[in-house]
Every structure is written in C-alpha cells, then in structure tokens.
C-alpha cells in the first residue's frame, strides 16, 4: 500500500505565497515521475506542474514564472513553492505519482488534496 499526504494549503492574499509539500509512504521500492494537479469549483482538473526522476520539470503557462517544483527523492517528498498567487489559483491541489513498490508493480497513486484559497 502506498499513500500521498499533502500539507502547506490555506487562505493567502493575492501577492502572496504558500509551499505545499506531498510525502510518500508505503511498500515504495522508486518513485518516477511525480506532479502537481488542481482543480477548482466546477473546472476540470489541470495540470500544474510535474517533475520526473531525473529533476526535468514542466509547468503550466499560467503558473510559469510563479510556480516552482522540487523533489527530495531520499524523502519520498515533493514540494511546490508557489509566489505571487492570484485569485484564480484558488483550487484544491493534489499530488500524484508513478510509483514502483517493492511487489514490483507499478502504480498511480494521487493524495487527498489540499486547499489553497487567494483572497483579500
């Protein structure tokens, strides 16, 4: 069994900044690729950012510039720094990842979701 635990979330006036972190944990023998998703109140979800193994990163062009993606692979954490937030990130953000365990098969494991509100 493997769990995705994201944290960071919460209400921030616009301008400002939040960083969410997401922890893997479980029978994980390697993590891929891992992102970030967002889905706000009747929307789709998006992509917003993903990360792979080798530290090669891809961002949506709404959050290019803002938005910055990390991962600590000796952790099984990953992180999103997120500046100069607008109201229109205001979403429930989720994790996911392709995960290796140690049975040997490969999974798409997504977290709970955390909210991130902008406002005044």
């Known amino acids: 069994q493997v769990q995705l635990v994201e944290s960071g979330g919460g209400l921030v006036q616009p301008g400002g900044s939040l960083r969410l972190s997401c922890a893997a944990s479980g029978s994980i023998l390697s993590i891929n690729s891992m992102g970030w998703y967002r889905q706000a109140p009747g929307k789709e979800r998006e992509l917003v950012a993903t990360?792979?193994?080798?530290?090669?990163?891809n961002y949506a062009d709404s959050v290019k510039g803002r938005f910055t993606i990390s991962r600590d692979s000796q952790q099984n954490t990953m992180y999103l720094q997120m500046n100069s937030l607008k109201p229109e990130d205001t979403a429930n953000y989720y994790c996911n990842a392709d995960v290796r365990t140690v049975a040997r098969v490969t999974l798409s494991v997504w977290g709970q979701g955390t909210q991130v509100t902008v406002s005044s």
């Open positions: 990360i792979t193994e080798s530290d090669y990163t």
